[in-house]
């Protein structure tokens, strides 16, 4: 076991805030502006990739390491580098972070659930090891509380309800564990609901079980996330759930194309009922170029697919495939990327549709290809200081940063109690209740 952090993060946290504030007072008012914005306000980031690597015995969370080189990957085509790490956060301003439990879909039944709780024993872990540097958060109050102790706050969301092994009781598991939203599907159909990323629609939306667990997740006070879903599946949610709803990692359908984003109707729809799109940085779901080019390049590479998966069948040999077709995607010629600007430009489309109060920021870090200088944590407070720039005010900036999904889980959390004291009172109004 690591010692817990002392006086390593003391320094770093200083440093941190004195960086922020050195930097503002050598720049011109605006910029002073953003960075002192950004300091002070509560940065909360719906959706990270890193925790696989907490599992890994030889990563620190508590190290700094360095982003990933474009193309470069360990066994596997994994990449030695990476987006999210403690000193990282600080230095961004990253106050908190829901960490993402996911597997492939690939991996469904018992096993799924055992590697979920792995997941989330890893970072429930980091708050038990670190007690006097990282909280674990499962209230918007304990956000703010942590926030106000100076802590780095983990949070988890689950991306995928392939994991949920088809059992609300297993989900009731997951809430009672700190999970705080849950992704309906990942990039395939589930049993009970359609996703963006299969052609064709298995269930129509979401079938009579997966309407009971946007149900059972309102009661819960977990937060039902529509990114990754099938549009049926998004109205169906809509339509079934009392509690907003949140867009974990999702951009504009309007600016770029892709099934993963949002239309404007379903972002009108989405605030309409108090939710949050939180927006994602991948660069393909952020620029429509890129998006028509990797779909070529994605018929393209089609009979290699083919071939490997003949060569290497099976689930087990499904890290050599990736390895190998990786392999022939990085000697083609590479596509041009978008800058970390485009970002902006999906929050300012979503602001202009709905309003900054149904707008963040859900990054994708670790878990996706990012735009040009927005590689890791660190980049994060451009993103404030451009929407200061555009003429945002500070309390629309502290919206879009965190206040906005502070709200949307203050929000869940009250429907939640209100539908666990309906539940109560209809019970006591039962025949055969004994009067108490």
């Known amino acids: 076991m690591r010692p817990a952090f002392s006086l390593p993060v ?138 106000a102790a100076g802590k780095t706050i983990a949070l988890m969301g689950m991306e995928g309800g392939h994991m949920i092994d088809d059992s609300l009781a297993v989900l009731r598991m997951y809430a009672a564990l700190g999970v705080r939203y849950l992704t309906l599907t990942h990039s395939v159909h589930t049993n009970w609901a359609d996703s963006s990323g299969d052609e064709l629609p298995t269930h129509d939306g979401l079938t009579a079980f997966g309407k009971d667990v946007v149900r059972e997740l309102n009661r819960l006070g977990v937060m039902v996330d529509v990114s990754h879903v099938a549009d049926k599946t998004f109205w169906d949610a809509l339509d079934v759930s009392v509690a907003p709803l949140l867009a974990s990692h999702s951009s504009c359908r309007a600016i770029s194309g892709h099934p993963r984003n949002l239309s404007d109707e379903m972002i009108k729809a989405l605030a309409a009922k108090g939710g949050v799109i939180q ?43 990736m390895q190998e077709l990786r392999r022939a995607m990085a000697a083609m010629p590479a596509l041009p990327r978008p800058s970390w600007e485009k970002i902006v430009e999906h929050i300012d489309h979503a602001v202009k549709l709905v309003g900054d109060e149904h707008v963040g920021l859900g990054s994708d870090f670790d878990g996706a290809s990012m735009p040009i200088g927005m590689e890791d944590a660190t980049q994060l407070p451009k993103i404030t200081e451009a929407l200061v720039r555009k003429g945002y005010t500070d309390q629309q900036v502290r919206n879009i940063l965190g206040e906005n999904v502070l709200r949307l889980m203050t929000r ?24 108490r």
């Open 10 to 147: 003391v320094v770093l946290v200083f440093t941190t805030a004195v960086g922020f504030a050195q930097q503002g007072s050598t720049d011109d008012p605006i910029g002073a502006r953003a960075r002192r914005l950004h300091a002070e306000a509560i940065v909360i980031d719906t959706h990270v990739d890193t925790t696989s690597r907490l599992l890994d015995p030889a990563w620190s969370f508590l190290d700094r390491h360095q982003p990933a080189e474009r193309g470069a990957g360990g066994p596997g085509g994994r990449s030695t580098g990476n987006a999210v790490d403690l000193p990282r956060m600080r230095e961004g301003g990253l106050d908190g972070a829901f960490f993402s439990i996911f597997m492939s879909n690939t991996v469904t039944g018992p096993q799924a659930v055992k590697r979920s709780l792995e997941q989330i024993d890893a970072v429930r872990g980091l708050a038990v090891r670190h007690p006097d540097t990282i909280a674990l958060a499962t209230t918007a109050a304990e956000v703010r509380a942590a926030h």
């Open 279 to 321: 927006i994602n940085f991948l660069d393909a779901y952020l620029d429509h170029d890129l998006y028509l080019a990797q779909e070529d390049r994605r018929r393209e590479l089609a009979p290699l697919r083919k071939e490997l998966e003949q060569k290497y069948p099976g689930p087990e040999n499904g890290a050599r495939r």
């Open 412 to 435: 869940v959390e009250q429907v939640a109690r209100e539908m666990q004291a309906e539940a109560v009172r209809s019970s006591s109004r039962a025949p055969g209740a004994v009067a």
